[in-house]
């Protein structure tokens, strides 16, 4: 007689339906875990320093173009604590990403493969995925309470996509060009990159229109995406910087710097090494390895806070919420139709 599997000790992954209320609607159904967030937040940084850092970012949204600026300001006004703007408009991930193609066998279609990284304890177990509708259909969203844009996102049907973080420009001395970085976010009216996919995620239809623009797009900052669609050929990394956007494949795989000989300082913990063990990754997943056999070091490190498995041609999505190598969550796994969308 076979013994069905023990329940996980651990929380699970709550999914909220959100439609179209965005972040506001996705704060109101999950306070308790916003306000943990926020308090751990003041924990880390201090409240006078939140507070400075809302103000500023309240400037700098004041004239910016990103379609979500509303609801961003009523999420802070929501919370009444000081962080929210903060933490929306931090810039400050850091992951590892890969658009790893499957098996026929398996289910065809493409597997984004991604870890997100930063360095505040509490966002591992405060992990929720919304369900989110928009013109193009249903979207799946790995976020948190009152977050905005989306970082890491499932379109069943059409494609997944993940943000990473630029590395800091070069040549010259790092904390240097971290400032001249900094006041050229500082002057820029075009949204935020993750405010970008998740518009992009509601409304392309396809991985192509997807991809179209994601590379035509401006974005306040510098960013690495990460896109796999429902075919195996359906495999991008997009690298924008102030110079403009490349599309690299073969293999769409994304760390912390850029992926060509391009001056730069490398963001997270061992970046180079992060994206050749998500190259191995990918040769695994071809060979037919699952269910996060990929998360191990260098990619797993202290800062990791959650991993996900995407596919859009199957519309399966698995995540785990992390705090370095130890699990606080219990694993995810959702399966959405990929033939609802359209709406």
């Known amino acids: 007689m076979t013994r069905a599997p023990a329940p996980s000790p651990l929380p699970v992954i709550p999914v909220i339906d959100i439609g179209a209320g965005g972040a506001p609607a996705l704060l109101a159904a999950t306070r308790d875990r916003a306000d ?3 308090d751990q937040a003041r924990r880390t940084y201090t409240a006078p320093v939140l507070r400075l850092a809302d103000r500023l970012c309240a400037r700098w949204l004041a004239r910016n173009a990103t379609p979500y600026g509303d609801e961003l300001r009523r999420v802070a006004a929501d919370t009444g604590a000081p962080g929210a703007l903060a933490l929306n408009l931090s810039h400050q991930w850091a992951c590892t990403a890969a658009a790893a193609p499957d098996r026929p066998e398996d289910g ?6 991604r870890t997100l990284d930063w360095d505040m304890p509490g966002l591992g177990a405060g992990l929720v995925v ?8 249903a979207v799946l969203a790995v976020t948190w309470p009152g977050y905005a844009g989306v970082l890491t996102g499932l379109a069943p049907g059409r494609f997944a996509v993940a943000l990473n973080q630029a590395p800091i420009s070069g040549p010259g001395p790092r904390p240097w060009r971290w400032l001249i970085d900094r006041r050229r976010v500082w002057a820029s009216t075009a949204p935020p990159p993750d405010h970008l996919l998740r518009d992009i995620l509601e409304t392309a239809p396809d991985a192509t229109t997807a991809l179209h623009r994601l590379r035509e797009a401006p974005v306040c900052v510098p960013c690495i995406l990460t896109l796999a669609g429902v075919d195996r050929s359906e495999a991008w990394t ?9 599309i690299r494949q073969h293999p769409a795989v994304a760390a912390n710097h850029w992926g060509a000989d391009i001056p730069c300082h490398p963001r997270g913990r061992d ?4 994206r050749v063990a998500m190259i191995e990754a990918i040769e695994a997943i071809e060979a037919g390895a699952r269910d996060f056999a990929w998360l191990r070091p260098p990619i797993l490190w ?6 996900v498995e995407a596919n859009a041609a199957t519309g399966t999505l698995r995540v785990q919420g992390m705090e370095g190598a130890r699990a606080v969550t219990a694993r995810l ?3 959405e ?4 969308n359209g709406i």
């Open 108 to 113: 065809g279609g493409v597997t984004l493969l």
């Open 333 to 335: 796994a959702l399966t």
């Open 130 to 137: 919304a369900r989110l509708t928009g013109p193009a259909g």
């Open 238 to 246: 997009i690298e924008k910087d102030w110079t403009g956007t490349r």
């Open 337 to 340: 139709s990929p033939h609802t």
């Open 302 to 307: 202290p800062a990791t806070r959650l991993a």
């Open 36 to 38: 943990a967030l926020l």
């Open 271 to 274: 970046s180079v090494g992060r």
